[in-house]
């Protein structure tokens, strides 16, 4: 079992910056892909970003690419999304995710956070 809590999500104006924390739960957080993702109200929860075990392999969403970025900190069990240039169309709970095995992918996560709340003003 891995338990993931996020944090950073806020209020923020259209062409702002966030940086958005998850942290894990268990020993070997480096075994796990991590990705990020986000649910707009009305919207199907949909992929953003994701990161390989080994934080070698990273991928992104044609919508945030070249804005958003992925990264992990895996002596501290974090992952995170820094997120440049936000749009009003941003607006969304994002969630991070947690799928054993450590390779890159953008499907088939097994454990979810809370979400956090991300709110872009324009």
């Known amino acids: 079992q891995v338990q993931l809590v996020e944090s950073g999500g806020r209020l923020v104006q259209a062409g702002g910056s966030l940086r958005l924390s998850c942290v894990a739960s268990?020993?070997?957080?480096?075994?796990?892909?991590m990705g990020w993702f986000r649910q707009a109200p009305g919207k199907e929860r949909e992929f953003v970003a994701a990161?390989?075990?080994?934080?070698?392999?990273?991928g992104y969403a044609g919508s945030v690419k070249g804005r958003f970025t992925i990264s992990r900190d895996n002596a501290k069990n974090t992952v995170y999304l820094q997120m440049n240039g936000l749009k009003p169309e941003d607006t969304a709970v994002y969630y991070c995710?947690?799928?054993?095995?450590?390779?890159?992918?953008?499907?088939?996560?097994?454990?979810w956070g809370q979400g956090t709340q991300v709110t872009v003003s324009s």
């Open positions: 995710a947690a799928k054993p095995g450590g390779t890159y992918s953008r499907s088939g996560y097994n454990y």
């Open positions: 268990g020993r070997i957080f480096s075994s796990y892909a």
């Open positions: 990161i390989s075990g080994s934080g070698g392999t990273t």
